[in-house]
């Protein structure tokens, strides 16, 4: 059977699975697939980033495109322009957000995690599109979501069959 978990990962090198991203937070654009969490570790690296939260936004001809939502810190005056160019230096061009809304604060689970939905439920003011139902096919997301599993599936395996094979001998 499969452990669905939504993440995906890909395997390093030495072996570790390090988890990339998760499935209902992939963007597709045009064909790609653009991942928020890189775009939103590359923003809060910025020097005037709080934190920033990125979300799909519904496109005609693309079928998504990457919306940044970002805090900054304190009295920080970085304008869009600047984090565009901050990203443009770490991505390619077709993945850079349409958009940089800047917030007061991104809704965030009692543990800290942020509330996606929540943000593209408060986001629909000013993008009324971003309500509209994703195209994902349940195909394409089952398919990374297989390999994904695979490999999480893979490494316990392995750990597993380290662990007893060093207790039998």
Request: charged share 25%; net charge neutral.
């Amino acid at each position: 059977g499969w452990l669905y978990t939504g993440d995906i990962a890909i395997r390093t090198k030495d072996g570790y699975l390090k988890i990339t991203d998760r499935t209902k937070d992939l963007i597709k654009s045009g064909g790609e697939w653009i991942s928020s969490v890189d775009l939103e570790n590359a923003l809060m690296s910025h020097d005037d980033v709080f934190e920033a939260a990125v979300v799909a936004l519904p496109h005609p001809k693309w079928q998504e495109r990457p919306l940044a939502c970002v805090v900054l810190k304190g009295n920080a005056t970085v304008t869009k322009e600047e984090l565009m160019n901050f990203l443009g230096d770490q991505f390619a061009k077709w993945w850079l957000p349409d958009d940089i809304v800047f917030l007061k604060e991104i809704p965030k689970t009692s543990v800290g995690k942020f509330l996606k939905a929540k943000l593209r439920e408060n986001l629909a003011e000013i993008y009324p599109q971003i309500t509209m139902k994703y195209t994902f096919s349940l195909h394409e997301k089952m398919t990374k979501v297989s390999w994904s599993s695979f490999f999480i599936a893979l490494h316990l395996l392995n750990t597993y069959v380290e662990s007893h094979s060093s207790l039998s001998n």
